[in-house]
């Protein structure tokens, strides 16, 4: 296909990676972005195989890797029974797969920098309002009713709260979700906690206590951990109202270990409260503009996969613009090629978050006796593995990506921690 004018709203992973990929194939491409200097929003995000995969064709994995904390289990336990909830272990699955926790601020740098060091323009606070056709080119226009550019392909990479996805012919229905949860990154100086695993604690699916080594934002910085507390949002504020010292002697009372983080929060400002909602556009594609990321999907955090569909997205949409004859088919394959992953991976999220998110003592139950036990089995083991790792069903093919070699990328990767450790000694 001939080199095409591409508009990508949105400089968060998904629109950043489109920019790398994309210009590389050959394609101009300008990033359009909302703030007035592109920047890292929330707390601490899981990289996945399937993440990283993707990171490693853009040849930025070492980079993630030596910022991030390798997460080999997730952990989860009832906070009063002490008894184990979950116990999910990447290992359960051949090929040394694992996960690797990273501080939003590192994954949006790396992306940024290569963006910037690659020379691609990025144009900031321009707030995108609409999309419109005109003269056989996609025209965005911005909050003013101005228009911000005319392009070939427009890729839709503005997030879950895309007013081009709200308005597309597309349009899915949106599903706010009742909880939400309260996040902060924090130094883990005298937290004793598993440097490589995620550790939650429940009380029923009412309350969902978690610490997530989120590793560093810059090489020489020293390790954070992204702390996390689950709530219905609309509680939000009786709970600010409350008083901080009561919200942490209830988590104190849940999980004393949490101290040395709970010390370091003063202020409520230093606790970001997310919403989640739940949306899923089918197909990804209307008229010139491709949907990416949490604009063409979105869902509770739970899994973990949310980043790492957006870079899967890219790769595929960058695949079949590589691949097909013209700018239909492309867009046709693109939607193909990501349809079953998508839909399997929103339904599983939507299927498992109420059982750690939800008012229901039911579902709780069936989870910490029914759910638990089963869990435990060998083959239940390496079926959680392959849901964890967003490997379920095969992502790579259709996106064009050969899977990393974890052996030889973990092996790297060891070394890589020990520079950045050293680098810190020095
Ligand atoms: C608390 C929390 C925890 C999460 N944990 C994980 C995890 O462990 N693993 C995982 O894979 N995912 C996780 N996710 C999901 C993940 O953050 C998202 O899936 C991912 O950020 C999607 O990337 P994106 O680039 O599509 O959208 P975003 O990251 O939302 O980026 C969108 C960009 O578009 C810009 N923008 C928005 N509107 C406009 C506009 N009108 N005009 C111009 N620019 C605009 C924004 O400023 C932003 O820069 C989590 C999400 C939350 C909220």
């Not at 992973?13 to 200097?37: C, K, N, T, W, Y």
């Not at 997310?274 to 899994?303: C, E, K, N, W």
């Not at 079953?340 to 069936?366: E, G, K, M, R």
């Amino acid at each position: 296909m001939r080199p095409l004018n591409i508009g990508i709203a949105g400089a968060g992973p998904a629109g950043l990676a489109a920019g790398m990929m994309l210009s590389r194939q050959g394609h101009r491409v300008e990033i359009l972005e909302r703030f007035d200097a592109a920047s890292p929003v929330g707390s601490g995000l899981m990289l996945q195989p399937t993440g990283m995969t993707v990171l490693n064709a853009l040849g930025l994995l070492p980079s993630m890797l030596a910022l991030g904390s390798r997460i080999d289990r997730l952990y989860g336990a009832d906070a009063k029974s002490g008894r184990t909830v979950l116990d999910v272990r990447y290992d359960a699955l051949a090929g040394g797969r694992f996960g690797l926790a990273v501080q939003r601020a590192a994954l949006f740098n790396t992306l940024h920098d290569a963006v910037i060091t690659a020379g691609l323009p990025v144009r900031t606070g321009v707030t995108l309002a609409d999309v419109r056709l005109a003269g056989g080119k996609a025209v965005l226009v911005d909050a003013e009713g101005h228009e911000a550019g005319a392009y070939d392909l427009v890729i839709d990479a503005s997030g879950a709260r895309s007013p081009l996805s709200a308005g597309s012919a597309a349009a899915p229905k949106v599903r706010e979700l009742t909880y939400g949860a309260f996040w902060a990154t924090l130094d883990s100086d005298g937290l004793v906690h598993d440097p490589h695993a995620l550790v939650q604690r429940y009380d029923q699916a009412k309350v969902m206590i978690g610490i997530l080594p989120a590793g560093r934002a810059q090489v020489g910085e020293t390790e954070r951990v992204a702390f996390f507390w689950s709530l219905r949002v609309a509680d939000a504020d009786r709970v600010r109202e409350a008083g901080l010292n009561r919200w942490k002697a209830a988590i104190l009372d849940y999980w004393p270990d949490c101290a040395p983080l709970l010390d370091q929060i003063a202020d409520w400002e230093q606790l970001t409260l997310a919403r989640y909602a739940h949306r899923t556009m089918r197909p990804p594609i209307s008229g010139r503009v491709a949907f990416v990321g949490d604009s063409a999907h979105s869902t509770s955090p739970q899994l973990g996969q949310g980043a790492n569909m957006a870079l899967l997205d890219v790769a595929a949409l960058a695949h079949a613009l590589q691949t097909a004859s013209d700018l239909d088919a492309a867009l046709a394959a693109y939607a193909a090629a990501r349809r079953n992953h998508v839909q399997l991976f929103q339904i599983l999220s939507l299927l498992f978050t109420p059982f750690y998110q939800s008012d229901s003592t039911l579902l709780a139950w069936l989870r910490d006796r029914l759910v638990a036990t089963i869990a435990r089995t060998p083959p239940m083991q390496a079926l959680l593995a392959s849901i964890v790792s967003g490997t379920l069903i095969d992502p790579f093919a259709p996106a064009g990506l050969a899977e990393c070699d974890w052996r030889a990328v973990g092996a790297g990767a060891e070394g890589l921690f020990r520079s950045a450790s050293e680098a810190i000694s020095a």
